[in-house]
């Protein structure tokens, strides 16, 4: 898929684990690891921004579009 | 919901009486196949031929007593019970509708098997899945064929009787007919499917809404 979910590499650059995003943003580990996996089909704006508050970075930050 | 669980459970149980019954049939058939075929029984010494009737005696009343033309429609079932020499001659015949016979109870056991597979899905609380719509796509095609197969295995049939006997007061009428209503059953099965198959879909974009 062109649109890639940058999820780990902001996580790493801020040293938050998975498990610990996940009981910040309210989200399960199961959809958040679908999330990082770019298996999701979409991404609804409620947890866009659950996500760009914890991490403190902007959704252009989460979400990048590649050409194939 | 608890007779939701109970008609689904009256359903695995007919669907199970069915399937081992078609098993325990087509087992016990092709046992008992050998005996036949080496001494006809009433089961196989017959063939069937669709026919009119152009010279019959049968005669009605009115409850008031007055005439009443009887006549018989086109294609009508007739059943020609032949001599047992007659099949003696003619093994070959008897083992080809004995193949008929096994491919149609194989259709009919994977027809089941589809149906099993859905009930099972749905036990599992988890039906609207692409297996499910391939299932219903598997059972509307052998709908349509199987009705095709029937329509022409009949006319054949039917032509055999013609050339084996020689009809007096009726006619063998080799006329192809076919059952309509199984067709348009199959064509709604087939149509069933694809709204399946898109619905599952839907459903797991929407799993995969995150």
């Known amino acids: 898929m062109p649109i890639r979910v940058r999820l780990e590499e902001q996580m790493k650059a801020r040293g938050v684990s998975l498990t610990e995003l996940s ?5 399960t580990l199961a959809n958040l690891s679908i999330l990082k996996t770019g298996k999701a089909k979409a991404v609804r704006f409620s947890t866009l921004e659950a996500i760009c508050e914890v991490l403190q970075c902007q959704p252009g930050d989460l979400l990048v579009f590649e050409d194939e | 919901m608890k007779t939701k669980s109970k008609s689904l459970n009256a359903l695995k149980v007919l ?14 058939i092709v046992v008992l196949a050998p005996l036949a075929v080496s001494s006809p029984g009433d089961y196989v010494n017959y063939l069937k031929g669709y026919g009119q009737i152009v010279d019959s005696n049968l005669t009605a009343m009115t409850r008031e007593g007055l005439p009443v033309a009887v006549e018989f429609e086109d294609n009508l ?3 020609l019970v032949l001599p047992a020499e007659h099949w003696e001659a003619n093994r070959g015949l008897v083992a080809l509708a004995f193949g008929v016979f096994l491919a149609m109870m194989g259709a009919v056991l994977w027809f089941m098997h589809q149906l099993r597979q859905i009930v099972r899905s749905v036990e599992v609380g988890d039906p609207f899945i692409s297996e499910n719509a391939n299932r219903l796509r598997v059972m509307g095609l052998l709908i349509i064929f199987g009705s095709l197969a029937k329509s022409v295995s009949d006319f054949a049939l039917s032509g055999y009787a013609d050339v084996v ?6 006619s063998l009428n080799g006329h192809l007919h076919g059952d309509f209503f199984s067709l348009v059953i199959g064509l709604s099965v087939l149509v069933l499917s694809e709204v399946l198959r898109v619905g599952a879909a839907m459903r797991q974009e929407q799993d995969l809404t995150i």
Do not use: M
Not at chain 2, 15 to 28: C, N, R, Y
Not at chain 2, 165 to 170: D, I, L, R, Y
């Open chain 1, 23 to 27: 009981e910040r943003v309210g989200l």
């Open chain 2, 15 to 28: 669907l199970a009486i069915s399937w081992w019954g078609t098993i325990a049939t087509t087992v016990l």
């Open chain 2, 77 to 79: 079932l007739v059943k």
């Open chain 2, 165 to 170: 006997v020689k009809p007096v007061g009726f």
